[in-house]
Each structure stands twice: as structure tokens, then as C-alpha cells.
């Protein structure tokens, strides 16, 4: 699952540092600071304090994985989880490269843009950071985000996974201090 926390966490950046505009941001085989240098460009900027999202793993396939560990996914298959976090002012002006992509070294969107309330991106990233390759679409606000993830990884030699999430967050007012850090 720590693929789906590292998409989560992208996501939310994503869809965050997205809105608040009609200007729009457009890149092809970028890194995730040039991405983020174009949106803090834009002056495209959600609203800080905090933000709940929910999150749902909507399908995950592993062929080869064991019956115990494929029963353990279908039982949270469906389910939906909700984080709160806080944006501060400062990271809803001007969100770095690590607010678009934590722990990921070396991934790069071969597709990536964001206008008129939509977000369409395509990140790939090397093997063993995670997803190899996340697709995202939706919609962005900025108060509110919905956007599907599919995603790809080689989990071991031959082990493959994909995964597909839905993300929705809104903004609930101001933080209070026991959003996730």
C-alpha cells in the first residue's frame, strides 16, 4: 500500500496546487520542479487551511501474489479512507517540488495539463520508487478536487501491479492542528 499513500500524496499536491484560475499550465517530459516552478508561475492557487480527502482503491490486480495477501486487498477494495491535511499560505503560493512528488527521484511527466477546471497528467517515474507509471484525470477547484489515478509498478523481478484510485477533497475550513504532517 505504500504506492497508494505515494499516489495519495501526489494527487493531493496535484489537485491542490491546480486551482483558483483559468490560466492554465501545459508540459510534456518535464520533472516535477519544472512542473511546479510553471504552477507557482501561474499564480493558479487553491485556498490554504485544511482539506479532507477521501480516498478509495477502486481496483488492483497482482498476478503471482499470495491467496492470503489477494484476500487482505479485496477486503479494503471499495473502502474509502479519509485524511485531513493543512495547506499553509506560504505552500498554496508557491508549492515546491517536493509538495508535486515525495520521494520519487528521477520521475517526469510525459504529459501534463491543467486548465479550465480539468487536470490530465502522465508521470513516470523509475523502478523501485513506487508507481512506474500514474495517470491522472478530474476536475479541480479552489475549494475541491476529483480526480481518478490508474497506476503501474514492478513490485519484484516478474511481480507486477496496477492499481486504480479515486481522490476527492474538499476544503473544510481552518486547520487546527491535527492534520496529518
Same mark, same amino acid.
Given at each position: 500500500?505504500? !504506492?497508494? *499513500?505515494?499516489?495519495?500524496?501526489?494527487?493531493?499536491?496535484?489537485?491542490?496546487?491546480?486551482?483558483?484560475?483559468?490560466?492554465? +499550465?501545459? %508540459?510534456?517530459?518535464? !520533472?516535477?520542479?519544472?512542473?511546479?516552478?510553471? +504552477?507557482? %508561475? !501561474?499564480?493558479?492557487? &487553491?485556498?490554504? #487551511?485544511?482539506? /479532507?480527502?477521501?480516498?478509495?482503491?477502486?481496483? *488492483?490486480?497482482?498476478? #503471482?501474489?499470495?491467496?492470503?495477501?489477494?484476500? /487482505? +486487498?479485496?477486503?479494503?477494495?471499495?473502502?474509502? /479512507?479519509?485524511?485531513?491535511?493543512?495547506?499553509?499560505?506560504? /505552500?498554496?503560493?508557491?508549492?515546491? %517540488?517536493?509538495?508535486?512528488?515525495?520521494?520519487?527521484? #528521477?520521475?517526469?511527466? =510525459?504529459?501534463?495539463?491543467?486548465? @479550465?477546471?480539468?487536470?490530465?497528467?502522465? *508521470?513516470?517515474? &523509475?523502478?523501485?520508487? @513506487?508507481?512506474?507509471?500514474?495517470?491522472?484525470?478530474?476536475?479541480?477547484?479552489?475549494?475541491?478536487?476529483?480526480?481518478?489515478?490508474?497506476? !503501474?509498478?514492478?513490485?519484484?523481478? @516478474?511481480?507486477?501491479?496496477?492499481?486504480?484510485? %479515486?481522490?476527492?477533497?474538499?476544503?473544510?475550513? =481552518?486547520?487546527? @492542528?491535527?492534520?496529518?504532517?
Amino acid at each position: 500500500m505504500r !504506492s497508494s *499513500m505515494l499516489a495519495l500524496n501526489l494527487t493531493a499536491a496535484l489537485a491542490l496546487s491546480a486551482c483558483g484560475s483559468d490560466k492554465g +499550465v501545459e %508540459a510534456k517530459g518535464e !520533472s516535477p520542479e519544472a512542473v511546479a516552478a510553471k +504552477v507557482a %508561475a !501561474s499564480g493558479m492557487t &487553491p485556498k490554504p #487551511g485544511r482539506w /479532507q480527502a477521501n480516498f478509495k482503491l477502486e481496483s *488492483m490486480d497482482m498476478p #503471482g501474489i499470495p491467496a492470503a495477501a489477494r484476500e /487482505q +486487498v479485496n477486503k479494503s477494495m471499495g473502502a474509502s /479512507q479519509t485524511y485531513f491535511t493543512c495547506l499553509t499560505p506560504e /505552500q498554496a503560493a508557491k508549492p515546491d %517540488a517536493s509538495f508535486f512528488q515525495k520521494s520519487a527521484p #528521477g520521475c517526469t511527466y =510525459e504529459r501534463f495539463s491543467m486548465a @479550465g477546471g480539468k487536470i490530465d497528467a502522465l *508521470m513516470t517515474c &523509475p523502478p523501485g520508487n @513506487g508507481p512506474t507509471r500514474m495517470e491522472m484525470t478530474g476536475t479541480v477547484g479552489e475549494d475541491l478536487y476529483d480526480i481518478k489515478i490508474k497506476g !503501474s509498478a514492478e513490485m519484484a523481478a @516478474g511481480v507486477s501491479m496496477n492499481i486504480g484510485m %479515486a481522490v476527492t477533497s474538499r476544503r473544510v475550513g =481552518e486547520c487546527d @492542528g491535527t492534520e496529518m504532517k
